[in-house]
């Protein structure tokens, strides 16, 4: 069984910066993909940015140019560095990893940006 550990969120001024880490521990079979995924207030979960093993990245167009996601294969650990952040970032930050049995979600870390 997959689990996913999150890190990294917190209290952030606009235009501030924060990283968002997570390790997947256990065993993982068929990875093609490790992402993150947010959920805004009263909003649906949206993607975010995702990253497949062989480093090919996609992004949501509102994050494009702010975010980079990265990948560390020898750690099963996603990264998404967050910068030049906004209020409308604020949201629960969730962690995902896609295999080829599915979908594994992390438990999600709160990012708030606000002065």
């Known amino acids: 069984q997959v689990q996913l550990e999150e890190s990294g969120g917190g209290l952030v001024q606009p235009g501030g910066s924060l990283t968002l880490a997570c390790t997947a521990t256990?065993?993982?079979?068929?990875?093609?993909?490790m992402g993150w995924y947010r959920r805004a207030p009263g909003q649906q979960r949206d993607l975010v940015a995702t990253?497949?093993?062989?480093?090919?990245?996609n992004y949501a167009a509102s994050v494009k140019g702010r975010f980079t996601i990265s990948y560390d294969n020898s750690k099963n650990t996603v990264l998404l560095q967050m910068n030049s952040l906004k209020p409308e970032d604020t949201a629960v930050y969730y962690c995902?990893?896609?295999?080829?049995?599915?979908?594994?979600w992390g438990r999600g870390t709160q990012v708030t940006v606000s002065s």
């Open positions: 995902a990893l896609l295999s080829s049995v599915g979908t594994t």
């Open positions: 256990g065993s993982i079979s068929g990875l093609y993909a």
């Open positions: 990253i497949t093993i062989h480093g090919l990245t």
